[in-house]
C-alpha cells in the first residue's frame, strides 16, 4: 500500500506544485495582473477575480515544468505528463474560480470539494485525455491525499502568512 501512495504522490506532484506555486509567486512579484483584466461575465460578475494572475499561472506553469524536468531527470515521470499536470492544474484552479463566482461566492470563501480537488481531477482529466488512462487506484489515492493534505497545506500557509484564510 505505501508503495501504491508514493507511486501516486509522485505521479500528482507536478500539478501540485503548479497549483502551490501562484500563491508564493504573487506574495514575491510585485506586479499581479489579473487574467480577466477585471472584465464581467454575462452574469455582470467578474470573470475570475483578482485572484487570478498571469503572473501566479505563468509561474505555476513554469515550476510544475521544472518538477516534470527534475522527476523526468530521476526517471519517476514523463516531461510530458508532468507538463500536462503542471497546465491541468491551473486550468482546474482558473475553472473552480469560473464556478464560484458564477455562484457568487466572493475571492477567499470556501467552496469546500471544488476548492480542494478542481486542480487535481482536471490535470488528471488533461493527462487522461492527451496520454492515455490512469489507473483507478492513482484516482482514488490522488483524491483522498487530496483531501487531507490540501486543506492541511491551506493551513501552514495561513499561518505563515501567505494567506489571509486558512482555506
Known amino acids: ?16 506544485v503548479a497549483n502551490a506555486t501562484p500563491l508564493i509567486a504573487t506574495k514575491l512579484l510585485n506586479k499581479q495582473t489579473p487574467i480577466d483584466r477585471g472584465k464581467l461575465f454575462i452574469d455582470n460578475r ?14 505555476g506553469i513554469a515550476m510544475g515544468t521544472l518538477c516534470s524536468i527534475i522527476l523526468q531527470y530521476l526517471q519517476l515521470h514523463s516531461f510530458r505528463g508532468g507538463v500536462i499536470m503542471s497546465i491541468g492544474a491551473i486550468l482546474g484552479d482558473l475553472l473552480g474560480s469560473f464556478i464560484k463566482r ?10 469546500p470539494i471544488l476548492d480542494q480537488l478542481s486542480f487535481l481531477l482536471t490535470a488528471e482529466a488533461m493527462y487522461w485525455l492527451l496520454i492515455g488512462s490512469l489507473p483507478m487506484y492513482i484516482l482514488l489515492i490522488s483524491v483522498v491525499i487530496t483531501l487531507i493534505l490540501h486543506p492541511l497545506s491551506n493551513v501552514i500557509a495561513y499561518i505563515l502568512g501567505l494567506k489571509q484564510v486558512p482555506w
Open 102 to 111: 458564477r455562484l457568487n461566492i466572493p475571492r477567499g470563501k470556501p467552496l
Open 1 to 16: 500500500m505505501i508503495d501504491l501512495v508514493l507511486e501516486t504522490l509522485i505521479f500528482i506532484f507536478p500539478s501540485y
Open 46 to 59: 467578474r470573470i475570475l477575480g483578482n485572484g487570478k494572475t498571469i503572473e501566479g499561472s505563468l509561474t
